[in-house]
């Protein structure tokens, strides 16, 4: 148990569909992270938010849409997704971005998209 | 920006032999080197670190070697037991960490 978890931890949405995916942390972390992981690509970098501001974002496609309420939830909210869009997505906290932190990262909701 | 190079991309060993998995970074300045592992249906956690004023860390099985003017550092797993098995993540970090493309180790019982 990382103290970081991600609900659902399984997905299957039509490309027409929205849905949502929720990431929670009690390490009182105050930057959070969102991944994708394929076999394209092993560790893709999405989104970072450091204390609720957004301060990457990684050339993400739009139809992928962050949000941060407050340092211990992190949303990922999904609509008109494309088929490549299947993968695992991992969220993560630390203590903070500007340094090097150890990452904690939750166990992921495996995405499909049909 | 910053570029690691992981290898090999898979490994097999037998159990009890030594694991060596290399990474090569672009970025002089990254100064922040973890490791992580990632098991399968879990998220990738870290095992062991090291910061760039350190050549050398060790934690019972595990060692981590840093070359800073060659750029690279190196895992070592000595004694590898089946619970070994998972892949394995090298990073390179300023303010944020890029990871390696992944090693899928194997230890044969």
């Known amino acids: 148990e990382t103290g970081v978890t991600q609900t659902p931890r399984h997905l299957v949405m039509g490309m027409t569909n929205k849905k949502s995916l929720k990431c929670e942390q009690h390490?009182?972390?105050?930057?959070m992270y969102w991944y994708k992981q394929s076999a394209k690509k092993p560790l893709e970098l999405m989104f970072v938010?450091?204390?609720?501001?957004?301060?990457e974002n990684n050339s993400v496609p739009s139809r992928f849409s962050p949000e941060c309420p407050n340092s211990s939830h992190l949303f990922l909210h999904l609509h008109t997704l494309q088929p490549e869009d299947s993968a695992l997505y991992l969220c993560?906290?630390?203590?903070?971005?500007?340094?090097?932190?150890?990452?904690?990262f939750g166990p992921g909701t495996r995405l499909t998209v049909t | 920006g910053e570029n690691v190079e992981q290898h090999p991309s898979t490994l097999s060993v037998q159990e009890g032999d030594s694991a060596v998995i290399k990474c090569t970074y672009s970025?002089?300045?990254?100064?922040?080197f973890p490791w992580y592992k990632q098991e399968l249906g879990k998220g990738p956690q870290l095992i062991i670190d090291?910061?760039?004023?350190?050549g050398e860390k060790k934690d019972q099985r595990i060692a981590v070697t840093l070359n800073k003017t060659a750029k690279h550092f190196s895992l070592h797993i000595t004694e590898t037991q089946p619970e070994d098995s998972a892949v394995y993540f090298c990073?390179?970090?300023?303010?944020?960490?890029?990871f390696g493309d992944g090693t899928t180790l194997t230890v044969k019982p």
């Open positions: 970025d002089s300045a990254s100064n922040y």
């Open positions: 090291i910061r760039s004023n350190v």
């Open positions: 990073a390179a970090s300023i303010s944020k960490s890029t």
């Open positions: 390490l009182g972390h105050n930057a």
């Open positions: 938010y450091n204390f609720k501001e957004q301060t």
């Open positions: 993560a906290s630390s203590q903070a971005e500007g340094m090097a932190y150890e990452q904690y």
